[in-house]
Protein backbone atom coordinates (compact mmCIF):
# COMPACT_ATOMS: atom_id res chain seq x y z
CA UNK A 1 0.00 0.00 0.00
CA UNK A 2 0.97 3.15 -1.07
CA UNK A 3 1.45 5.72 1.76
CA UNK A 4 1.74 9.44 1.44
CA UNK A 5 2.98 12.03 4.21
CA UNK A 6 2.87 16.01 3.65
CA UNK A 7 4.77 18.52 5.86
CA UNK A 8 5.83 22.14 5.70
CA UNK A 9 2.55 24.08 6.20
CA UNK A 10 2.32 26.73 7.54
CA UNK A 11 1.41 30.52 8.42
CA UNK A 12 2.92 33.39 6.44
CA UNK A 13 2.83 36.56 5.00
CA UNK A 14 1.63 37.89 1.86
CA UNK A 15 4.85 38.09 -0.44
CA UNK A 16 6.70 35.02 1.57
CA UNK A 17 7.73 31.37 0.63
CA UNK A 18 6.87 27.91 1.80
CA UNK A 19 8.45 24.72 0.87
CA UNK A 20 6.17 21.70 0.95
CA UNK A 21 7.24 18.58 1.24
CA UNK A 22 5.47 14.80 0.35
CA UNK A 23 7.57 11.70 1.21
CA UNK A 24 6.41 8.28 -0.01
CA UNK A 25 6.44 4.57 0.91
CA UNK A 26 5.47 1.71 -0.23
CA UNK A 27 5.64 2.01 -3.79
CA UNK A 28 5.36 -1.29 -5.53
CA UNK A 29 5.95 -0.66 -9.13
CA UNK A 30 8.60 1.19 -10.72
CA UNK A 31 7.22 4.51 -11.92
CA UNK A 32 5.16 6.73 -10.66
CA UNK A 33 3.75 10.69 -10.93
CA UNK A 34 3.23 13.00 -8.70
CA UNK A 35 0.64 15.46 -8.41
CA UNK A 36 0.03 18.33 -5.64
CA UNK A 37 -3.94 19.73 -5.22
CA UNK A 38 -4.98 22.37 -2.83
CA UNK A 39 -9.05 23.05 -1.17
CA UNK A 40 -10.05 25.83 0.20
CA UNK A 41 -12.78 25.57 2.32
CA UNK A 42 -16.26 25.91 0.29
CA UNK A 43 -14.37 25.33 -2.77
CA UNK A 44 -13.32 22.49 -4.88
CA UNK A 45 -10.15 20.95 -4.91
CA UNK A 46 -7.58 22.34 -7.63
CA UNK A 47 -4.89 21.03 -8.82
CA UNK A 48 -1.41 22.51 -8.64
CA UNK A 49 0.71 21.24 -10.09
CA UNK A 50 2.08 18.16 -11.33
CA UNK A 51 5.91 16.17 -12.05
CA UNK A 52 6.17 13.17 -14.58
CA UNK A 53 8.41 10.76 -13.35
CA UNK A 54 12.13 10.45 -14.11
CA UNK A 55 12.04 7.79 -16.36
CA UNK A 56 9.38 9.30 -18.79
CA UNK A 57 10.27 13.09 -18.80
CA UNK A 58 10.61 14.24 -15.48
CA UNK A 59 8.03 17.26 -16.71
CA UNK A 60 6.51 20.05 -14.93
CA UNK A 61 3.29 21.30 -15.37
CA UNK A 62 1.43 24.18 -12.94
CA UNK A 63 -1.80 25.45 -12.86
CA UNK A 64 -2.49 28.98 -14.16
CA UNK A 65 -2.70 30.17 -10.70
CA UNK A 66 1.06 29.49 -9.34
CA UNK A 67 3.01 29.67 -12.88
CA UNK A 68 6.21 31.27 -11.96
CA UNK A 69 5.78 31.41 -8.14
CA UNK A 70 5.32 27.71 -7.48
CA UNK A 71 7.93 25.16 -8.48
CA UNK A 72 7.67 21.31 -7.87
CA UNK A 73 10.97 18.99 -7.76
CA UNK A 74 11.85 15.83 -6.69
CA UNK A 75 14.99 14.42 -4.91
CA UNK A 76 17.25 11.56 -6.49
CA UNK A 77 15.73 8.71 -4.61
CA UNK A 78 12.38 9.45 -6.01
CA UNK A 79 10.43 8.99 -2.97
CA UNK A 80 10.22 12.70 -2.03
CA UNK A 81 8.80 15.43 -3.88
CA UNK A 82 8.93 19.21 -2.73
CA UNK A 83 6.54 22.21 -3.58
CA UNK A 84 8.64 25.26 -3.52
CA UNK A 85 6.14 28.37 -3.30
CA UNK A 86 6.90 31.81 -3.43
CA UNK A 87 5.50 35.31 -3.71
CA UNK A 88 2.36 33.28 -1.63
CA UNK A 89 -0.92 35.33 -1.71
CA UNK A 90 -3.71 35.26 0.43
CA UNK A 91 -5.96 33.05 -2.30
CA UNK A 92 -3.17 30.33 -1.47
CA UNK A 93 -4.52 29.46 1.74
CA UNK A 94 -5.37 26.19 1.48
CA UNK A 95 -5.03 22.43 2.55
CA UNK A 96 -2.84 21.27 0.30
CA UNK A 97 -2.50 17.43 -1.40
CA UNK A 98 0.13 15.53 -2.70
CA UNK A 99 -1.01 12.72 -4.55
CA UNK A 100 0.18 9.43 -6.76
CA UNK A 101 -0.23 6.75 -9.15
CA UNK A 102 1.56 4.11 -10.94
CA UNK A 103 2.95 5.15 -14.75
CA UNK A 104 4.82 7.71 -16.08
CA UNK A 105 2.55 11.35 -16.57
CA UNK A 106 -0.20 12.83 -14.33
CA UNK A 107 -2.74 15.30 -14.89
CA UNK A 108 -4.08 18.00 -12.89
CA UNK A 109 -7.57 16.33 -12.35
CA UNK A 110 -7.86 15.07 -8.85
CA UNK A 111 -9.46 12.03 -10.12
CA UNK A 112 -6.49 10.78 -11.98
CA UNK A 113 -4.77 9.27 -8.96
CA UNK A 114 -5.03 6.51 -7.00
CA UNK A 115 -3.20 7.45 -3.60
CA UNK A 116 -3.45 10.79 -1.46
CA UNK A 117 -2.01 12.03 1.44
CA UNK A 118 -3.81 13.37 4.38
CA UNK A 119 -3.16 17.21 3.55
CA UNK A 120 -1.08 20.29 5.35
CA UNK A 121 -2.43 23.63 5.70
CA UNK A 122 -0.76 26.77 4.21
CA UNK A 123 -2.15 29.83 5.50
CA UNK A 124 -0.98 33.43 3.71
CA UNK A 125 -1.57 36.30 5.80
CA UNK A 126 -2.65 39.69 4.44
Known amino acids: QVHLAESGGGSVQSGGSLRLTCTAS????????MGWFRQAPGKEREGVAT??????????NYADSVMGRFTVSRDKGGNTVYLQMRRLRPEDTASYYC?????????????????WGQGTQVTVLA
Open 99 to 115: ATRSGGWCELQSTFYSY
Open 26 to 33: GYTYTEYC
Open 51 to 60: LDSSRHSGRA
